[in-house]
């Protein structure tokens, strides 16, 4: 969360400072994922075009900072439930396919909307098919001799 | 696979953060996006793989406290889950009991192993409240992601079954010595012919005979006029007097002494119903009367004696139990005054004006219940009238008295002993001791069915009262001498 809150003071001063804050009491009231977005959000409104403006032009580092910081709160509440990395290191691929896949969707002009209904259209082929797999794995699929 | 609101609200999270990158078109809320749905499919696969595993490596037993009881009877269910590997799931193993049991709380039907735990144990107290065969289907098991996100619900462990019997004896046994009697309880042949339903006899006519009872089909193959007799009908009153002291009360549940001489007192009550006998039922506890209703013969009275015979509990426990009373009769008394009439001892002066008064045993046989409802209420049955005595051996003064007050006016008494030894818990462990306390018991109902117009009988769990018969045989075989033909396996005393 220092990391997150270093850089969210670099990108937007005392703007940044009070999203830093208020991803701060996300994470510490509600589960993790709602400071993730919490912070996601935060971080649109500094760097975002037409978004909270700043006293100095910033540089990629502090992004990739608060983001890699994000993504480690998320990857710390797999790891910990686990104790094994192997969901974490899933985890780590599926957010590289697709947030990286996202950003470089979006760099290379694809409409933004395209690439979100992609997104959405993968992660809910990928839960189904969990889903079945479970389903078969325990012998839970009606008529299977149950 | 269920999801849970947090799934949900986690799903709900990432749709926004897309939603608005798309309106916005803001790369930084699409990565965003990214990042929880990665995150949710990541939690997915590792509760998939986390559960398999766990349940590859789950035992679960469920077993009854016992594999026989009646119904209401109290009985145990054990549940036990085991884990040959710690799971970093919540498991919570739940019994699956039909609906017919009764008395699980919801805190003993579930046991849990909470994430890194290997095994959990649980007993739940419960009955059956329906007679038949109860069958415990495989217990559940539900798995749980500590994050919150995933729970399944599988069904693993062994079917578990118990018999639940009715709260009534499966096997009486009515009888004398070891004998179980042949006739059916309540019936009364009267020895009269003349008009009736059931036909007993063919006899010529005589003169005077009513022409409307001729039979004619019989005339004809005879050759001369013949008259059909038929049974007379009779109504004879039955009193049934049903003891319910605390003594009663002896017996594994559902087959005490009490349910015993109920299901004879229900005997009766159905046999005076199809012959339209006027029936009376008293009953009497330690404390005093506690059923009055006099006789009738409707189809109301009949169901209300039966009510109240199921109604009937065996004594209040807190109450004292009589006292087993083997030598308090007058007649004993009497034959040690004349032993001791003249003797010079002081032993003998001492006991001798003990046992030359009658007074204090004959306060003491009034203040009994069951000799004091005789005196209060059977004396005022129509003659003839049957005394139907239900009681056991714990107070065999009070029963010899009672059985003997009520002959003299043209009465007979029946009586059915409950024999103690056979219903107290543990007797038939030591055989020989148990075999000479029902000798003792046998010489008492002998002593009883030798009085004038009485007649006793023992009633018993049928499967109880055999080894006792065995004790005997094998006694009498090591002696070389042979079984009585007459008096059942038990010699004469």
């Not at chain 1, 599926?94 to 996202?102: I, R, V």
């Not at chain 2, 003792?440 to 023992?458: H, N, P």
Request: with cysteine.
């Amino acid at each position: 969360m220092g990391v997150a809150g270093v850089g969210f003071v670099l990108l937007g001063g005392l703007g940044g400072a009070l999203g830093a804050a208020a991803v701060a009491l996300a994470w510490y009231f509600l589960p993790v994922e709602y400071a993730f977005v919490a912070g996601q959000v935060v971080l649109a409104a500094l760097v975002a075009p037409g978004g909270v403006p700043t006293a100095a032009p910033v540089g990629p580092v502090p992004i990739v900072g608060v983001e890699a910081a994000l993504w480690a709160l998320l990857a710390a509440s797999l790891w910990d439930v686990a104790g094994t990395p192997r969901a974490t290191v899933v985890f780590g691929v599926l957010s590289a396919a697709a947030g990286g896949g996202a950003w470089v969707a979006a760099a290379s002009g694809t409409a933004t909307w395209a690439v979100a209904g992609a997104l959405v259209c993968a992660f809910a082929v990928a839960a189904y098919g969990l889903h079945r797999y479970e389903l078969v794995a325990l012998g839970l699929v009606e008529g299977e001799g149950s | 696979m269920r999801v849970t609101l947090r799934y949900w609200s986690a799903v709900a999270l990432g749709g926004f953060l897309a939603a608005f990158a798309a309106v916005l078109s803001t790369p930084v809320l699409l990565v965003g996006a990214g990042g929880v749905g990665a995150w949710l499919v990541a939690a997915q696969y590792r509760f998939v793989r986390e559960s398999t595993r766990t349940v590859d490596s789950l035992t679960v037993e469920q077993r009854c406290s016992r594999g026989r009881v009646v119904t209401d009877e109290p009985f145990t269910v054990t549940l036990g889950a085991t884990l040959s590997r710690p799971s970093t799931l919540d498991l919570a193993v739940e019994l699956r009991p039909p609906v017919s049991v009764a008395g699980l709380s919801a805190a003993g039907r579930t046991c849990h192993i909470d994430a890194g735990g290997r095994e959990a144990t649980t007993t739940a107290d419960c009955r059956g409240t329906v007679a038949g065969r109860l069958d415990f289907s495989p217990p559940s098991v539900t798995l749980t992601d500590p994050l919150g996100l995933f729970a399944e619900t599988v069904v693993r462990g062994p079917n578990e079954s118990l018999e639940i019997g009715p709260r009534t004896p499966h096997d009486v046994h009515v009888g004398t010595g070891g004998e179980r009697i042949q006739t059916g309880y309540g019936e009364h042949p009267t020895a009269q012919h003349g008009t009736g339903i059931e036909s007993a006899d063919l006899r010529p006519y005589v003169h005077g005979d009513d022409l409307s009872r001729i039979d004619w089909k019989a005339t004809a193959r005879l050759d001369d006029l013949h008259i059909r007799e038929y049974e007379v009908n009779t109504a004879r009153q039955t009193a049934l007097l049903v003891d319910h002291g605390a003594s009663m009360a002896d017996g594994p549940d559902g087959e005490r002494k009490l349910d015993y001489a109920r299901e004879i007192a229900l005997a009766f009550v159905r046999r005076a119903h199809s012959d339209d006998d006027p029936l009376a039922l008293y009953a009497a506890d330690d404390g005093g009367v506690t059923v009055e209703i006099a006789p009738g013969a409707r189809e109301q009275h009949y169901l209300r004696i039966r009510r109240r015979l199921y109604d009937l509990e065996a004594g209040d426990r807190g109450r004292s139990r009589r006292e087993s009373d083997t030598a308090g009769l007058p007649s004993t008394a009497r034959r040690l005054a004349r032993r001791f009439e003249g003797g010079s001892t002081t032993f003998e002066r001492t006991l001798r004006p003990y046992l030359q008064s009658t007074t204090r045993y004959v306060r003491r046989l009034e203040s009994r219940p069951l000799f004091s409802s005789v005196r209060l209420h059977v004396r005022d049955l129509q003659r003839p009238f049957v005394l139907v005595v239900l009681t056991d051996d714990t107070d065999r003064a009070e029963v010899h008295e009672a059985a003997k007050l009520d002959r003299r006016d043209g009465g007979h008494v029946l009586v059915f002993l409950t024999p103690t030894v056979l219903f107290e818990e543990g007797a038939l462990s030591d055989l020989e001791s148990a075999y000479r306390r029902y000798r003792e018991f046998e010489a008492f109902r002998r002593r009883l069915a030798g009085l004038d117009r009485v007649s006793a009988f023992e009633v018993a769990p049928g499967d109880r009262i055999a080894p006792i018969l065995d004790v005997r045989r094998s006694a009498r075989r090591s002696s070389g001498s042979p079984s009585s033909p007459q008096g059942g396996v038990l010699s004469r005393e």
